[in-house]
């Protein structure tokens, strides 16, 4: 059942969400200018829960507008400059999530095959990434690939894998579909995805986004809440530091309740409401030592995935998720 509640009390979130996107059609960050491909994918998926189609649209066309020849983009963007100049292999990819997100919402296939030669580009371009031994690599500048494979990068590829396939069939490309094999627990637990052969267990986004992705088990859920969660307050970024941020506090929820531990996962959510500011929308984190919202920033994609756990646990669109995948 449709929680209506919840629906009106993110709607100001959305509309913070929607304050941040220029003319041009990029949501950026916050009103300092920054934009990268990946976080304004995450504030589409948003936006198409609330079906904004117009800001929708003008979003997809900026992405699709930043591709190259190769259907690739810049890492990130301040004012409109390159200040990464490099390509992350998870972020034009993403895009195929809110386009099915969107698909999932509304059915207008018309608009879904208008943008099949863009898919193509980009779904090509990622698979350029691809390593012989079956990882991908974490980016391209202009001196080759980066030698690190992130778990966090490959789980959003997977994602993003997925989401192509079940466009190529509602297209009609069944031809396109990536027949792939899927990651799974045990490949994710290769030294591979040691960053500079530095181990990244003490980051939480690398404990419970394969949860996303279907891998792993209840018990490697409740590991991760033994390890990161906090009490009363929400999900840790880094082991070690004081600090809950809810983008991830957000994607765990989702995770949480894909692998069907709803009651943890709401318990969450409604710690993650208590920080919505005056202005009704939320920070990126907090400092509970210090007792600060930290960094110094409010960012559109922390708003994003509050309003898809919100719609994970809620329903607040009433429709299939694209993230469920």
């Not at 009103?31 to 998926?45: S, V």
């Not at 309740?257 to 969450?268: D, P």
């Not at 005056?278 to 110094?296: E, K, N, R």
Request: proline share 2%; net charge negative.
């Amino acid at each position: 059942m449709i929680n209506n509640s919840i629906y009106h009390d993110l709607k100001s979130a959305k509309d913070w969400i929607m304050s941040n996107q220029n003319d041009k059609g990029a949501i950026l960050w916050d009103q300092k200018g920054k934009w990268d491909y990946w976080d304004h994918c995450e504030c589409l998926i948003a936006l198409a829960i609330y079906q904004e189609w117009d800001a929708f649209d003008k979003g997809i066309h900026f992405c699709l507008g930043q591709l190259d020849k190769k259907g690739l983009v810049k890492s990130e963007y301040i004012n409109e400059k390159v200040t990464k100049d490099f390509n992350e292999a998870h972020h034009t990819a993403y895009i195929f999530l809110p386009l099915l997100q969107k698909y999932l919402i509304d059915q207008d296939l018309d608009y879904l095959k208008s943008f099949r030669t863009e898919i193509h580009l980009i779904y090509a371009g990622l698979r350029k990434f691809k390593r012989e031994d079956g990882f991908y690599f974490w980016a391209q500048d202009k001196n080759g690939f980066s030698d690190n494979s992130l778990i966090t990068a490959t789980c959003s590829i997977e994602l993003s894998r997925r989401a192509y396939n079940r466009i190529c069939e509602i297209i009609g490309d069944k031809d396109c579909i990536d027949a792939l094999e899927a990651i799974t627990s045990e490949s994710l637990k290769s030294k591979k995805f040691n960053r500079d052969g530095i181990d990244r267990s003490r980051f939480s986004m690398d404990a419970y986004y394969p949860l996303l992705c279907n891998c792993g088990k209840k018990t490697d859920a409740e590991k991760v809440l033994q390890k990161f969660y906090v009490e009363g307050m929400g999900v840790k970024c880094v082991a070690e530091e004081p600090w809950v941020t809810l983008a991830e506090s957000s994607e765990c929820v989702i995770a949480l309740f894909k692998i069907g531990m709803k009651v943890e996962a709401s318990k969450i959510f409604s710690e993650i409401l208590k920080y919505k500011n005056s202005s009704g929308y939320f920070p990126t984190g907090y400092q509970y030592d210090l007792d600060i919202f930290w960094p110094d920033e409010n960012s559109t994609w922390t708003n994003a995935a509050i309003i898809m756990a919100a719609d994970c646990l809620y329903d607040i669109s009433g429709k299939e998720k694209a993230i469920l995948l």
